[in-house]
């Protein structure tokens, strides 16, 4: 086995068995009707399941939520506070997702705030001791310019790309290298960087391309290299309004692969950038980082592939094998003399290099209906027969690759026909089971790419699922409802926690539902007190198996209820973002009608914080290794009408009390003691400035004894009796 994985499954086993599963994330924001996002999370959550971790997903989903605030950015980014030790082991990132939204600055400080945890990067933004998981643009477009200058001839060529886009950039100047590596000057007027991606902007490029050349008949330009699959989409169309057609008159490449590529006029050769297999080497990374937190690793560059379809002037490889004759004498066994074992024995060594995920079983029993085909000639075909049980449990576990399927019926027809070449009607009959197996492939690509249009919205019942949540009015009204409507939107179970009251930021919470429902002595403790999201106790989470799930913020708004982590069944993506919104609304319309309007009674501003910790506004919700100065006092906050409790509160942050203590001091400069006394003095300046709060309910509100010992407490610590502080500043 490779070194590497045998030690990754060494350190996770030992992690397993001494029942501390390690658990990873990813966070990014994307378009997830777009593959790359939906690839990217495949991959991962296959290494994360190939690996035995647990996988949360932090991801942001956008162009979804139609009618959601323009802000959403906002709303996403309050997943940051979840993406700390103990809920999480490691992070992979995509950083240069947030780009569109926000400056690179904020973005890289925004990933700073994370460390120490160790992390690994999927997009093109350096982060300072985060390696990354790239490809090389560089071998890239080599690939590209070395298919069109060898097999076309191509010399005359133009860029498109746009100036926003770092990636873009970069091809730009592989791009510009490439010419000189080949001796071919870079023409006038031949590099078009659009101001941004949008169609209009695209056209205008376009038209300018069409006013400084003559783009029929490759008379003056041979090909546009183009930076995106999206661009190489839009310039076909734009060429297509002015009777240039693509490639008779003018040749075109993308890059990316994406949706856009495959769907337009001329389907785009582009480049594969290998997402799934980007999302899963990440998590091998991620594991190597955490396994060696002091290693400095170095950024890993992916293959890339390059995929050729018609627009560079070629035609899919399937398209030119199927007009080739598979007959050759290359593939047949030793001879006509040849005994049944040999033949055998032949087959099964073939079949193994046509189907190398297949286990020896599988292979043998490909053997045997293809003996059982060409000599007894059932009906329906026995290869049939394997081939729909190698479909059906490819589906179970990950998608169907059409043009991979195809090459596999097309390699093993190259090895049957010679065998039967000298039998007309056994010849005739293994031809036709060969057109039915490639049917076969076609149904059920044709099914999965229709139950893929049809899932991303589920409109057949999600408007049914819609008046269920709008219909509830009550708390557990939203609770059958989501124990009831789940499973119709593939969604296993959910982790549920609301907060008491509206809040203009996420506070602390009651973990109130558990679905599937947890064994008795986990269920007796809901709703339990949750005081900083990242100390959820682990035992609330799936026991015994590992888990995936969504994180999902609960907002309407500006106001916030509360998040639920949502057991990921269907890898559609907008259906998390679905159910958020429709939990959501619903929520509000609670929260209205019984009057959970009022912000938390117990809420301390950042600076009254600032001001008793004397630290800078930033340090108070730093993330050192062990306990932070946002947990300690978020939990003492909740408590500021009680006594102070050391066993109560290192039981309840999961930490010891010693080492409660120990960090305490270290942050704040103040024993547990200490600081709770002076929260609640800082609270009391709250309560003072409301003329109808008599001192006597302000003592019983923040815990004290009695009026007189809350005066004397008052005093000491602001050199003023409650009632002349209270007349200097109401």
């Known amino acids: 086995m490779n070194q590497g994985i045998a030690k990754r499954r060494a350190f996770l086993t030992q992690r397993k068995n001494a029942g501390n599963r390690v658990t990873i994330g990813f966070t990014g924001i994307a378009d997830f009707r777009s593959f790359i996002g939906q690839e990217y999370i495949a991959g991962m959550m296959k290494a994360a399941s190939d690996y035995d971790l647990n996988f949360i997903n932090f991801a942001g989903a956008i162009k979804y939520s139609l009618f959601d605030d323009i802000d959403f950015i906002s709303h996403y980014l309050k997943n940051f506070r979840f993406m700390k030790a103990p809920l999480v082991d490691g992070l992979v990132t995509w950083a240069s997702s947030l780009c569109s939204f926000l400056d690179n600055k904020t973005v890289i400080s925004t990933f700073n705030s994370l460390k120490p945890l160790p992390m690994v990067d999927i997009g093109y933004l350096d982060i300072e001791g985060v390696p990354c998981i790239r490809i090389d643009n560089n071998s890239s477009i080599a690939l590209i310019m070395d298919h069109l200058i060898k097999k076309h001839g191509y010399k005359n060529f133009v860029f498109m790309g746009s100036k ?3 990636p873009h950039i970069r091809r730009l100047e592989a791009y510009q290298e490439e010419l000189k590596k080949y001796n071919i000057p870079e023409l006038p007027n031949s590099i078009y960087m659009t101001k941004t991606m949008d169609s209009i902007d695209i056209a205008m490029a376009v038209n300018q391309l069409c006013s400084a050349y003559n783009l029929k008949d490759h008379q003056e330009i041979d090909c546009i290299i183009t930076s995106s699959d999206i661009i190489a989409s839009i310039v076909i169309e734009e060429l297509d309004k002015r009777g240039i057609c693509v490639p008779k008159d003018v040749s075109i490449t993308g890059f990316n692969n994406q949706y856009n590529g495959i769907t337009a006029r001329s389907p785009v050769t582009t480049m594969n950038l290998e997402y799934f297999r980007r999302g899963y080497a990440a998590v091998e990374l991620l594991i190597d980082r955490i396994m060696n937190p002091d290693i400095i690793f170095e950024t890993r560059l992916v293959p890339t592939t390059l995929l050729i379809r018609q627009s560079c002037g070629c035609f899919e490889q399937s398209i030119v094998d199927a007009g080739k004759s598979d007959i050759s004498q290359s593939f047949s066994p030793a001879g006509s003399n040849s ?45 049939l027969r394997w081939f729909q049980n190698l479909l059906q449990n490819i589906r ?58 049809e899932n991303s919205y589920m409109m057949n019942n999600m408007s049914q699922i819609a008046m269920n949540f709008a219909s ?54 809901l709703p339990f007190k949750i005081y900083d999201p990242t100390c959820i106790p682990k035992s609330f989470f799936p026991q015994g198996r590992r888990y995936s799930v969504m994180l999902e913020i609960l907002y309407h708004a500006d106001r916030y209820f509360g998040y639920a982590f949502l057991e990921i069944g269907t890898q559609n993506i907008s ?24 912000e938390h009674s117990m809420l301390l501003s950042g ?17 050192k290794n062990g306990i932070t100065v946002r947990q300690i006092t978020n939990y003492l906050v909740e408590h500021l009408n009680e006594m102070t409790n050391l066993d109560k509160m290192a039981d309840e942050l999961m930490v010891s009390k010693s080492h409660l203590v120990r960090r305490a001091k270290e942050l704040t400069g103040y024993t547990i003691q200490t600081l709770h006394e002076k929260l609640k003095i800082e609270q009391a300046k709250n309560l003072l400035q409301v003329d109808t709060i008599k001192l006597s309910e302000i003592a019983v509100r923040l815990g004290f004894q009695n009026q007189n010992y809350f005066s004397s407490v008052f005093k000491k610590n602001t050199g003023m009796s409650p009632r002349a502080w209270a007349h200097r500043y109401r």
Do not use: W
């Open 575 to 598: 259906i998390y973002d679905t159910v958020r919104m429709l939990l959501s609304n619903a929520l509000h319309a609670v929260y209205m009608k019984e009057g959970r309007t009022k």
């Open 607 to 623: 600076e009254q914080l600032v001001g008793i910790l004397h630290l800078p506004s930033d340090n108070v919700q730093e993330n």
């Open 164 to 166: 926003i886009s770092e």
């Open 396 to 453: 179970k576990d990950s998608t169907l690759v059409n043009s991979e399927l195809q090459q596999n019926i097309t390699n093993l027809r190259a090895v049957i026909l010679p065998m039967v070449k000298d039998d007309d009607s056994q010849f005739s009959h293994i031809e036709n089971i060969f057109h039915q197996l490639r049917s076969l492939v076609s149904v059920f690509i044709e099914y999965d790419t229709l139950s893929t249009r």
């Open 339 to 383: 005994s049944e074992e040999e033949v055998r024995n032949f087959l099964f060594n073939q079949a193994r290099i046509i189907f190398p995920q297949q286990n020896e079983t599988e292979i043998t029993n490909l053997v045997d209906s293809i003996f059982i085909d060409i000599y007894e000639q059932q009906t329906p075909s026995s290869m």
């Open 472 to 525: 509830a009015t009550t708390g557990k009204q939203i609770q059958d409802v989501l124990r009831y409507q789940l499973s119709e939107m593939e969604i296993p179970g959910i982790m549920l926690c609301l907060s008491e009251n509206m809040t203009m930021d996420l506070s602390s919470s009651n973990l109130e539902l558990i679905l599937p429902e947890p064994p008795a002595d986990i269920k007796e403790k």
